[in-house]
């Protein structure tokens, strides 16, 4: 059975178009949907099995109708991560499954008022769960609020999922290296800088990551309208690419 896996985001919060901005990446946003940039997630498809990776996008019950998906995957309770599960909580029918950190606060009063969603399912750092015969691994990552980013594997498939993340910590450095995946989906929200950002990955960090792990594919994402006009007058390296929204990778 294939492992598949698509980006239904690949923005950050601001998106692509940003509000008000006029630079060379948002003009051509506004005027072609295939260049838009939606909040970070995606949908994983394995064994009849749909999975939802982060629920940032806000159109979540018009994309996805009841009994569509099993269960939401979230890396972590920013708001343009889990915007989309504060509508969907007050729907009506069976209980929905919401794996994710054990981050106490969680996003505004999600726990308080969970309705239909069932937050009991937190996951700890490299103690391996099953989602539908998928096996997941959190991996820690380095962010502003507590968030993991994911191993899936198969019996002939594994994909990282590394979203939101400035550099990696190393203990999830280490796992990646010994368990090289056959692709990784990395944030990568800047061009290269001389300093590394704080919050988010540029360029030059994702190329050092990968200089270590040596993965043979690396898809960009979260990235942002400036990273997008940089992008416009200067080609990626090879073995990286930026990723799209509606981009698929199927693994077998």
Not at 14 to 35: F, K, L, M, T
Not at 115 to 140: K, R, W
């Amino acid at each position: 059975m294939s492992l598949t896996l698509t980006l239904t985001g690949t923005g950050g919060a601001q998106g692509v178009p940003a509000y008000g901005c006029d630079c060379a990446a948002c003009r051509r946003a506004r005027q072609h949907e295939a260049y838009r940039r939606r909040p970070c997630s995606g949908v994983i498809k394995f064994n009849h099995a749909v999975t939802l990776l982060d629920a940032g996008l806000h159109d979540l019950a018009e994309r996805w109708p009841a009994g569509f998906f099993e269960q939401f995957l979230l890396t972590h309770y920013h708001m343009d991560h889990v915007q989309g599960l504060f509508p969907l909580r007050w729907g009506v029918g069976a209980t929905i499954p919401v794996y994710g950190p054990p981050d106490e606060q969680g996003c505004d009063d999600l726990f308080k008022h969970p309705g239909i969603l069932d937050f009991s399912h937190t996951v700890e750092p490299f103690v391996v769960f099953d989602l539908q015969g998928l096996q997941v691994t959190p991996l820690p990552l380095n962010h502003s609020k507590l968030t993991f980013g994911y191993l899936l594997e198969s019996a002939h498939s594994r994909v990282a999922w590394l979203s939101d993340t400035a550099g990696l910590p190393d203990k999830t450095l280490k796992f990646l290296l010994n368990n090289r995946p056959q692709a990784i989906v990395i944030d990568c929200s800047h061009e290269p800088r001389p300093d590394a950002p704080r919050n988010h990955c540029d360029l030059n960090t994702v190329i050092a990551l990968n200089e270590v792990i040596g993965c043979p594919r690396v898809i960009l994402t979260h990235i942002s309208h400036q990273f997008d006009v940089w992008m416009m007058d200067n080609p990626l390296p090879d073995g990286i690419e930026a990723g799209y929204d509606g981009m698929v990778l199927v693994l077998d």
